[in-house]
């Protein structure tokens, strides 16, 4: 039985640990997510700041493709995305200039993508916040907490 839709949706390949930790570790019922960062199916990273180089929709956007990124991340983890239970608690960091206001407009973008393919599974707590950098000058990273089926 299929639990969630990917209808219309890509996800990409997933991309490997850059440092040394792993991607998503299982303990106790709960999937951790490491970090994920906006990469396209096609290979295409999203870098910029929010509010100098990038708008709110371009962030939307970015934050979309770190959802799938992760979403790649947990199906290659749990072996299918019908393991997933439920999403707990998603964070998202995102690179903004000082003055950028709308950081939980654009994590918004991935939000909005667990609960199109999950439903009410995907709703989940969360904090977006700003920092002045992120490594390779990314767009935003995303880490999440989910509850796991055996």
């Known amino acids: ?37 906006p990469l396209g199916a096609d290979g295409t990273l999203v870098t910029g700041r929010l509010g100098e180089t990038l708008t709110v929709d371009e962030g939307i956007h970015a ?16 072996g299918s995305l019908d393991r997933v239970d439920r999403f707990l608690r998603v964070y998202g960091v995102v690179n903004a200039a000082p003055e950028f206001t709308d950081h939980t407009a654009v994590i918004d973008g991935a939000s909005n993508t667990f609960t199109q393919v999950f439903g009410d599974r995907g709703q989940h707590a969360r904090l977006a916040v700003g920092v002045s950098s992120l490594p390779a000058n990314l767009a935003l990273e995303l880490e999440a907490t989910i509850a796991v089926r055996a």
């Open 63 to 78: 934050a979309r493709l770190a959802a799938l990124s992760l979403l790649a991340t947990v199906q290659a983890e749990l």
């Open 1 to 37: 039985m299929t639990t969630f839709d990917l209808s219309g949706l890509e996800l990409p390949p997933v991309f490997p640990p850059a440092g040394t930790y792993l991607s998503a570790v299982v303990h106790d019922g709960l999937l951790h997510t490491a970090g994920h960062i």
